[in-house]
């Protein structure tokens, strides 16, 4: 055990990293590492190419694993059968309690997008989950509010692991940082497998953030050594992909082919997957450009392509077409607002169901039933609608990438909205919050994503707002600088270092691939920087930061 080191400790560590689970890890990364390497190295190259004009497509050399109509993937897993309701969220202690309260059929139990990657979270999330599967987890606010789980029926859970682009800092093997997916895996696995297998459940996954089918091969490998050495029958674990990159999204039955044995389905994760967009054409030109985030709905061309094809694959296939995200919190101070929201979100949810999806998320427990009634009335008795064929959608490369028919426009106050948005989620991010109620909606790091890369886009693309002034560097600082005052100042807050995040991501000539990479190296990794307290620094409008950085480049 000498190879590997722990460089932070938090409350529960010892429970978490025991001699068995570190042996375990250890082995993971050994048989591992270099496969994931060589994969993330594969990323930089596809994402260089796409920049660079490529245009993406279904690849030639799976044909044959599309044009074979005789495989399947395995029949739901104890538990997965109903998934009309999903709900999401952090695995922090009130919150856990609230999910297996909240009526839904699954709890997606978050390390990713939702969690933010503080040492303390990391080692929380592993407790909590053995406290939750155990029915021994309990809470009590300071104010002396307590929190018990009473449902007898409480949701499956399936933990959503880190990327395989995410590393973590804190356990280090020859030096050298692990990879936050195989950490945030093994523990859960190892911990919890068998007890969960005892109760007639199964280690369940929803894997974030594949580019390609190789890397559900890699999944699929680890979870072969997984059940090899815990002793398990293989397939008892069970994982859901997430399409959420356009890459995945031309190979997602090659997705599901690879993980057969394991595969519960896809994800329709529409908030990553507009990021990802972004990101791939981002110097595409104007007919790549997308309007204000508040207007791109499922509605737009491309998303109901995505959405379409991702159901005629997983129907195809025997798989769960999981959909996506309503991240509106219910607020009793507006209930105006609240029903008008409530009907919006009923709408989304019964497009969903008449499309063919099995199920879909929701943020918050006040949207569990009406996410369920809308399911309900598709589904009636039945469990899923697996055996509900889309032959009729058509397999149309273009129309998953045909962003200019995308209706809308780019408003000064989309712009705002953005700037303030990516703010305050990265300043609550810093400290230790991954999902956050921003103008009564849930914002993760997905959100947070969209928000920054939006502006990086606009400014790179010299878009025009819509009363006709040009989106600059300039603007955006100075929208920084008016908003500023409603940051907060205090000596617990982080909107210094949020801003500079901010600027690092979306204001600079350089485009980070993720925030969550950069403000976990800047701020959160050993050794990160951390600004002097004081007033939040504010730029000067009027210095030329856009002709700087280029001339500088």
Known sequence: MDRIRITDHAEGQDRVLTDEALAFLLELHDAFECTRQQLLQDRRKRRTALADGETPGFLASTAHIREDDSWRVAPPAPGLEDRRVEITGPIERKMTINALNSGAKVWLADCEDASSPLWRNVIASQVNLQDAIRDRIAFTSPEGKEYRVTRAETPT?????RGWHLDEHRILVDGKPMSGSLVDFGLHVLHNARELIARGRGPYFYLPKLESHREARLWNDVFLLAQDRLGIDRGTIRATVLIETI????????????????????????????????????????????????????????????????????????AHAIGGMAAFVP????????????????????????????????????????????????????????????????????????????EGQITDAGLRSNIEIAIRYMEAWLRGHGAVAIHSLMEDAATAEISRSQVWQWIHNESVTSDGRTVTRERCEAIVADLAPSFADGE??????????????????????????????RYLGDGARRPATGSIPVQDASTPLEEDARAAA
């Open 157 to 161: 859970i399936v933990v959503r692991p």
């Open 247 to 318: 890459t995945a999204a031309f190979e997602m039955e090659e997705i599901l082919w690879e993980l057969r044995e394991h595969s519960a389905g896809l994800n329709a994760g529409r908030w990553d997957y507009l990021f990802s967009m972004i990101k791939a054409f981002r110097l595409r030109g104007p007919d790549f450009v997308l309007p204000d985030r508040s207007q791109l709905t499922m509605t737009a061309p491309f998303m109901r392509a995505y959405t379409e094809q991702l159901v005629r694959a997983c129907h195809r296939r025997g």
């Open 331 to 406: 607020s009793a101070r507006d209930p105006e607002a609240t029903e008008r929201a409530l009907r919006a979100v009923a709408a989304d949810k019964s497009r969903e169901a008449a499309d063919g999806f099995d199920g879909s998320w929701v943020a918050h427990p006040g949207l569990v039933a009406t996410c369920r009634a809308a399911f309900d009335a598709v589904l009636g008795d039945r469990p899923n609608q697996l055996d509900r064929s889309r032959e009729d959608v058509e397999v149309d490369a273009t129309a998953l990438i045909d962003l200019s028919t995308t």
């Open 492 to 521: 617990d807050d982080r909107f210094r270092e949020a801003i500079e995040l901010f600027r690092e991501t979306a204001l600079e000539e350089a485009y980070p691939a993720f925030l969550t990479l950069a403000g976990t190296e």
